[in-house]
T-cell receptor
Framework: GQQLNQSPQSMFIQEGEDVSMNCTSS?????WLWYKQDPGEGPVLLIA?????ELTSNGRLTAQFGITRKDSFLNISASIPSDVGIYFC??????????FGAGTRLTVKP | NAGVTQTPKFQVLKTGQSMTLQCAQD?????MSWYRQDPGMGLRLIHY???????DQGEVPNGYNVSRSTTEDFPLRLLSAAPSQTSVYFC????????????FGSGTQLSVL
């Protein structure tokens, strides 16, 4: 199957710092999405990307669809304690099968 | 709007027992799916449905059955639970099969002893 490699696995940062995480694949995806999961809850969509090279922001979050269509990046600026959670990338392999990365666990120290 | 509702929240089974995880959505979404989440492996697709009466297998379908008799409901059945099925299960829906934005339920934590 189409596997997504997400890194880093975990991050421990100080409040106010910027965060970067990325996702790569050996195959081309048509859509990249980024989700956040809070403890005990299901993932919630943060950003969706539809075109190679696309750069999209949602508040302090910015994500990019890699030009090769095999990778995507998520940046969080000026982190705050409520940014804590697990961030997942997802690639739309075909319309019926979306593949997820293993997640980046973010801890923000006040 | 309740969104996607999953029950139960927690379940413990013995090996060989059967059970059904319930999922309902009130957004009139055509597409519904089940994922399992295991440590270090992300979310893996078990089964999905593009509309009432239509189901298909995902990446890890073995040991699970589904049905879609109504637009709203998409139950997941474990016929004979195995310890390898210990996981957190998420139901998700989206408006259509061509709309990628998934809405997730809050999950069912299942332990098989």
């Amino acid at each position: 199957g189409q596997q997504l490699n997400q890194s880093p696995q975990s991050m421990f940062i100080q409040e106010g710092e910027d965060v970067s995480m990325n996702c790569t694949s050996s195959s081309i995806f048509n859509t990249w999405l980024w989700y956040k999961q809070d403890p005990g809850e299901g993932p919630v969509l943060l950003i969706a990307l539809y075109k190679a090279g696309e750069l999209t922001s949602n508040g302090r979050l910015t994500a990019q669809f890699g030009i090769t269509r095999k990778d995507s990046f998520l940046n969080i600026s000026a982190s705050i304690p409520s940014d804590v959670g697990i961030y997942f990338c997802a690639g739309n392999y075909n319309n019926n099968d979306m593949r997820f990365g293993a997640g980046t666990r973010l801890t923000v120290k006040p | 709007n309740a969104g996607v509702t999953q029950t139960p929240k927690f379940q413990v089974l013995k090996t060989g027992q059967s059970m059904t995880l319930q999922c309902a959505q009130d957004m009139n979404h055509e597409y519904m799916s089940w994922y399992r989440q295991d440590p270090g492996m992300g979310l893996r697709l078990i089964h999905y449905s593009v509309g009432a009466g239509i189901t298909d297998q995902g990446e890890v379908p073995n040991g699970y059955n589904v049905s879609r008799s109504t637009t709203e409901d998409f139950p997941l059945r474990l016929l004979s639970a195995a310890p390898s099925q210990t996981s957190v299960y998420f139901c998700a829906s989206r408006p259509t099969a061509t709309n990628e934005k998934l809405f997730f339920g809050s999950g069912t934590q299942l332990s098989v002893l």
